[in-house]
């Protein structure tokens, strides 16, 4: 399954189209704390998260993250918005809390597993 | 004629509802006479309302109060807005306001917020829950603060909680912070090595005290200065006119 099948599975807006949807969906990472995930979260990894901080972006690059999933109806701001495009990671979102993205994430990862 | 001012940048009063019942402004101005503080940035959570008491309090003493707030961002960063004139200090009061979180205190759980006079008197008890995160943006926060002449400082980056070091991973670049702090728990002069994203801007260390004890015993910052005023302070911060700062070592 691409990270844009699973997109569509889930039902997340695309805020950045970017190629890296066309990837395989190869395990997720959520938190909340950016250094968390600078530290712990694994290229090619879908990151869950409710900050819709820039930062975000960069934080994503630097890992080489498959996608950001930005949670709970939580709007990412328009540079948040801006600078994943210009830098090309997959920015999605929805009105769905976190618990259920990664649940419905985590069943998706593993089916036929 | 300039001179060493010993500064504190992070005060809770009563206000706070983690704060002890002795952060009355009052005493704190006492206190900050008698170890010999002369400048006490009153810092409380979201909120402003005991600034006032502070200032009247310190009228006289020779202890100079800067008004001052610990915000909450909703990133849940932790930011020092610090302003020279408390005209400045109620308009920033009167945006933050509207942000806050609708949620009630429960005082059982995270204490009560007294809003205080310079005599000790109680003025009233604030409902709202102080202790939670506004809608503001970290960015949007400080750029205000800016606006309004005032001085952003990421608090506590070297704690593990609220600190824009591990909420955001890193300082955003061109944010506009006039400084960071480190707590006590960061040995003074190790912090730009411990935290390189710290980068360049100017370090200064404060007590958050939320006891006389932690006021006392606390971290402070020293500015060569010639007034005690937050327009000073910044002049210190980037070196500017002859003013400097350092951490106590």
Known sequence: MTLREMAAALELTIVSDTAALDQPLAGGYVSDLLSHVMGQAKAGQVWVTMQGHQNIVAVASLVGLGAVIVTSGVEPEEQTVNKAIEQEVALCMTKLPTYEVAGRLYQLDTAGK | ?249
């Open chain 2, 1 to 249: 004629m300039m001179r060493w001012f010993r500064a504190d940048l992070h005060v809770h009063t009563v206000l706070s509802p983690c704060a002890a019942v002795e952060m009355t402004p009052r005493n704190i101005i006492r206190h900050a006479q008698a170890a010999g503080i002369d400048i006490v940035a009153i810092t409380d959570h979201n909120a402003g309302d005991n600034v006032a008491a502070a200032l009247r309090a310190a009228a006289g003493t020779g202890v100079a109060v800067l008004p001052g707030m610990e915000l909450q961002t909703r990133e849940e960063v932790h930011l020092l807005a610090l302003f020279g004139k408390m005209r400045d200090f109620m308009k920033w009061c009167g945006f933050v306001a509207p942000h806050r979180s609708p949620l009630l205190n429960d005082e059982a759980r995270f204490g009560p917020q007294f809003v205080v006079d310079e005599t000790d008197e109680l003025i009233r008890i604030e409902e709202t829950m102080l202790l939670a995160s506004t809608d503001l943006s970290l960015d949007e926060a400080v750029a205000q603060i800016n606006e309004w002449g005032g001085v952003a400082i990421a608090a506590h980056v070297d704690r593990p909680m609220f600190s824009c070091l591990t909420q955001l991973g890193f300082i955003p670049p061109d944010l506009g912070l006039a400084a960071v702090e480190v707590s006590r728990n960061t040995k003074p002069g190790t912090a730009r090595e411990k935290y390189p994203r710290i980068g360049r801007l100017p370090i200064v260390s404060s007590s958050d005290a939320h006891t006389i004890d932690d006021f006392i015993s606390g971290p402070k910052t020293m500015f060569l200065a010639e007034t005690p005023t937050l327009a000073e302070l910044r002049q210190a911060l980037t070196g500017e006119g002859g003013r400097r700062f350092r951490d106590p070592a």
